[in-house]
Each structure stands twice: as C-alpha cells, then as structure tokens.
C-alpha cells in the first residue's frame, strides 16, 4: 500500500467516527421559539372585522350560522355575502368569511364559495365538522 492510500483510510476512520459521536450524542441546548405577535389589540381588531359564518350541513345544504337559517342556492348565497361586503365597507369595517363543512362533503362545495369571496377581496377562512 502507498501512503496515499493509507492517509484515505484513516481519514474514513476519522469520518466514521466522527459522524458516529454526532449521531449518539444528546444535544442538551434547547432554544426558545419566538412566535410571532401581532402588535394590533385585539379589541381593534374585532371591532374593524366582522365575521360571517357559512355552513355546507351533511345533505349539502347551505346555510349562514350568524342567523341560524337556510339558503336554497349558492347564488342567493353569493347575493348575500356581496350585500354584507358592502354594507359593511360602507361602514369602514371589513368582512370575513368563514366557511364550515361537514367531512364528508366534497371540497369543490366549500372552493366555490372561498373562490367567490376571493374575487371580492374578502378573508376567507375554512373548518370542517369532524367525525364526533
């Protein structure tokens, strides 16, 4: 053997063990995560949104949750949430929408309504009913 040859076999050795001591090693530093905060009260916050709550119910049937009422067809639907949007930009206050489905229902139900609310320029959020 040359002594190159050597030079690369204790130098795998080294890398070897090496790596073996980082791998049983425990690394006992733990540092703190710094989540983010918003620096707006909450109070402000609340009192320039409102919120409109939209239900897609197991027979996927629509209905708004704030009012405890069925809609028959999503374009009333689309009616409503745009009258709310502007009577409530009217007032300088803004409207989210949040959009609550059963699991079971097909996703296209609940993206034609976020799609919507979307092309207004509304905040669209989403949830789904679990199984209990």
């Known amino acids: 053997m040359s002594k190159s040859t050597v030079i690369i076999r204790l130098i795998d050795i080294v890398l070897i063990l090496l790596f073996g001591f980082l791998v049983i090693s425990e690394i006992n530093k733990k ?8 620096r707006i009260p909450i109070e402000k916050k609340i ?24 809609v028959s067809d999503l374009e009333i639907l689309k009616g409503i949430i745009q009258n709310r949007n ?23 139900h609940t993206m034609r309504i976020a799609q919507y609310c979307q092309r207004l320029n ?10 209990q």
């Open 47 to 70: 009192d320039e949104e409102e919120l409109f709550i939209v239900g897609i119910n197991e027979d996927k049937r629509l209905y708004i949750e704030n009012e405890d009422r069925y």
């Open 31 to 38: 540092s703190p995560i710094r989540l983010p905060q918003s």
């Open 86 to 108: 502007e009577y409530y930009e009217s007032r300088g206050k803004k409207l989210r929408v949040r959009i609550r489905s059963f699991w079971n229902i097909p996703i296209k």
């Open 122 to 131: 509304i905040s669209v959020g989403m949830d789904v009913h679990s199984v």
